[in-house]
């Protein structure tokens, strides 16, 4: 396999993996503990990584977020805690969630070392919110945990090299939300106010940005061989429908 194929292959995973721990209802109540709204949260927790930048800078680094809804949520948490502190949080929750729900998963161990290699071999040029979430330390050494926040970097390293990709084929942020899988629906859930542009004019640019995003990250995946591609593909294949099957029920 080579890396331009396990970055095709693992992006949708990688987006959809990523972003699990923070869907859960222990990753929601962290608002409630530090006395900000679920939406201040989501803005600086995903943020919160740069520190205490202007919401502009913030709203920049999102990028499928208006600007303005990023404000709303920034301002309100920073004006009564310290972003990377909320970023923390998101970390150490992103963590125990790891544990709780990757960490009988057969193989975790190796899950977590080969997404190391591949984040840390990242280029992060230009990928201001992928560098600053990469600096930050991680608060536990558990397979599960490991695993989790190398899930949660390589989402950010794919949704900011996206982000590059949708500007350089003359899309905007919202044009390329509109066009995504969940289409207005997305947008408004992010923030943009209607109308919106129609989609038809924005698939052929929707598909070469996604194609421009896995050669961007194909970088990362150099690091690996070419079996060890193969490899974490199935892994994060494997992880997927782990987590897609529902939890046992307690009674």
Known sequence: MTPEQAAAAGRPIAVELGEAFSLSPAARRQARLLGISGWAFYVTARAGAL?????????????FVAPDAVAEGWDAATGVIDPRAVAAVNLAECCRWGDERLGGLP??????????RTVTAAEAGALPLFAAWRGMPVPADTPGARAAAGLHLLRELYLGAYLLAVRASGMT??????????????????????????????????????????RMVS?????????????????????QRHLRDPLPDPG
């Open 219 to 239: 970088s990362a995946y150099r690091a690996l061989r070419p079996a060890e591609r193969v490899e974490l593909v199935d892994l994060l294949t494997a992880a």
């Open 51 to 63: 520190g205490a930048v202007p919401a502009e800078t913030a709203a920049a680094c999102l990028g």
């Open 107 to 116: 193989g975790v161990a190796r899950l977590a070392d080969l997404l190391h």
């Open 173 to 214: 942020p919202l044009e390329a939300t509109v066009a995504g899988t969940e289409g207005e629906a997305g947008a408004m859930a992010a923030g943009w106010p209607p109308p919106y542009p129609p989609v038809g004019p924005l698939v052929r640019r929707r598909l070469w940005a996604e194609a421009a995003t896995d």
